[in-house]
């Protein structure tokens, strides 16, 4: 049965038979010290924190058994899923393909392109490899997502500006009713973060929905008690 669950604009109707949570991109080389992220002079212990919040909205789903999809923004060796429009950005030494601390940077089988153990995924769960900052570009998530009878997306991970927006944004366009976990998505620029969650939520939800996950956890507490 369908809830509501406050969140701004205005309260989100989750229908747990049409919901998955899409967790974008937690990878050690965006998250941990020496990682690309912290290469690139980012505060990385910004994204860090969020790592609990994560996990425990991760653990929700889970109990409910509901789907889970994981992405991972990673390209093939050869880069010939790089377009050099998006490597030939940044310093020599730092870009997608490079040797970096946690081997070649954005690079699928990589160390650092691997999910962080603390949300890594369980059998069962989708995992998606995004050559793109958009989780449908190249992916056959959009065949996926339909095969399942998805209608609603709840969102998490990093970085709130660019892929999770960007993927808010494109599930927006497909019709999806999109719903991000503020505490549960982080920037390295804390006013980044602040804009894009104002601009997914303006105008009446122009993007979607956001609320804290104590907010979700609430609401699906209160279902299992009185549904």
């Given at each position: ?37 912290d290469?690139?002079g980012?505060?990385v ?28 923004e ?15 950005r ?15 940077i ?10 962080l ?8 769960e ?10 449908f ?7 996926t ?72 956890e609430?609401?699906?507490a ?6």
């Open positions: 049965m369908a809830f509501a669950v406050p969140a701004r604009p205005y309260d989100f109707i989750l229908d747990p038979k049409h919901v998955a949570l899409v967790v974008i991109d937690m990878q050690r080389d965006f998250i941990e010290s020496g990682g690309f992220g290469a690139l980012n505060d212990s910004r994204l860090t924190k969020i790592v609990p919040t994560v996990a425990a909205l991760i653990a929700l789903f889970r109990a409910h058994k509901l789907p889970i999809v994981h992405t991972r990673a390209h093939r060796p050869d880069l010939s899923d790089c377009p050099p429009a998006k490597r030939l940044g310093k020599p030494g730092l870009r997608i393909g490079d040797l970096g601390a946690m081997g070649r954005l690079v699928a089988g990589e160390p650092g392109n691997q999910i153990p603390e949300l890594a995924p369980v059998e069962g989708i995992v998606i490899d995004k050559p793109g900052k958009g989780m570009w190249g992916t056959g998530l959009q065949d997502l339909a095969g399942l009878g998805i209608t609603q997306l709840v969102f998490a991970g990093v970085t709130t500006e660019v892929c999770v927006q960007t993927s808010m944004r494109e599930a927006n366009d497909r019709g999806y009713e999109c719903m991000l976990v503020e505490d549960a998505t982080e920037s390295y620029f804390p006013e980044f973060k602040a804009a894009a969650i104002e601009m997914i939520i303006a105008q009446g939800g122009i993007v979607g929905w956001a609320t804290p996950l104590s907010v979700l609430n609401a699906f209160e279902q299992v008690v009185h549904g």
